[in-house]
């Protein structure tokens, strides 16, 4: 079994930054791909940025040149810089898993971001 868990969602002024993280853990053999969507109330979920092992990265326009994703072995981080309102939304981490036997999409709780003065 693998468990995502995030953490660094918060209230946060437009303009702002903030820092999530997503710790994967379990029998993890090994990590294709992370990463992070969002839903937003009433809408839904969207893809945010991903990265792949090979370290190519990927955004969505909406977040292009503001957000930027990394990983560190078996944990994925997004860093938000000049937030805007419209980015309120409950933020997911996701992650391709190769485990001893099997391969499958893993998701985590999510963290609630809002921006907001």
């Known amino acids: 079994q693998v468990q995502l868990v995030e953490s660094g969602g918060g209230l946060v002024q437009p303009g702002g930054s903030l820092r999530l993280s997503c710790v994967a853990s379990g029998s993890i053999l090994s990590i294709q791909a992370m990463g992070w969507y969002r839903q937003a109330p009433g809408k839904p979920r969207e893809r945010v940025a991903t990265?792949?092992?090979?370290?190519a990265t990927d955004y969505a326009d909406a977040v292009r040149g503001r957000f930027i994703i990394s990983r560190e072995k078996d944990t994925a981080y997004l860093q938000m810089n000049s937030l805007k309102v419209e980015d309120t939304a409950v933020y997911y981490c996701?992650?391709?898993?190769?485990?001893?036997?099997?391969?499958?999409?893993?998701w985590g709780q999510g963290t609630q971001v809002t921006v907001s003065s």
């Open positions: 990265i792949i092992s090979g370290g």
């Open positions: 996701n992650a391709d898993v190769n485990t001893w036997v099997t391969r499958n999409d893993y």
